[in-house]
């Protein structure tokens, strides 16, 4: 199947709300404590979203039949998580595919397609965060290349930093 990503505009906010909804019910149904947030976001999740949508940085994962298959939020800097960087970095967040199109290599094509953008736009690195307590995400992204370079620690979860070179 082929993909592409499409910049998310504002009236997709509410979609891309219900597939981190989505997503943190099906973690928890396999027992994994990540999105829990997003079940009952604060203000200062949706914040955090609205504040992606006004930078363009949400895009929607979509087949040739522009079905939509999932979500990625695609930042030039990632203050939260990495914090301040000496080198430049693109960074994915929030990489969702819907359950019905897991296990069908699109998560690798849409990780791919970014790593080609971050590349082309001369960022030598792409960047992203994974939950520590999701032991076969962490997986995931290591069989994609990426190398785990540190841990941040939060008040109530830990994750992962991941970096892979352009």
């Known amino acids: 199947m082929k993909i592409r990503l499409k910049p998310a505009v504002g009236t997709n906010l509410k979609l891309v709300l219900d ?3 989505q997503s ?4 928890q149904k396999k027992g994994v404590d990540q999105w829990q947030n997003w079940l009952d976001p604060t203000e200062e999740d949706l914040a955090w979203i609205k504040e992606g949508f006004e930078s363009k940085e949400f895009f929607l994962v979509v087949n040739e039949k522009e079905e939509v298959l999932g979500a990625i939020r695609i930042m030039s800097k ?3 998580y990495w914090g301040e960087q000496a080198e430049e970095a693109l960074y994915i967040h929030s ?7 897991a296990g069908q290599g699109i998560g690798q094509q849409v990780i791919e397609q970014v790593h080609n953008q971050a590349k082309d736009l001369g960022y030598p690195w792409l960047r992203l965060d994974c939950n520590s307590a999701n032991p ?10 990426f190398l785990q370079v ?9 994750c992962n930093l991941y970096q892979r070179s352009t």
Request: charged letters at 30%; a neutral charge; proline letters at 0%.
């Open 78 to 80: 990632d203050l939260l």
């Open 24 to 27: 943190a019910l099906r973690l």
């Open 19 to 21: 597939f981190l909804r």
């Open 150 to 158: 540190g841990i941040r620690k939060f008040e109530d979860f830990s």
């Open 136 to 145: 076969a995400l962490c997986s995931y992204y290591e069989t994609q290349g």
């Open 95 to 101: 990489l969702i595919i819907l359950e019905k199109y």
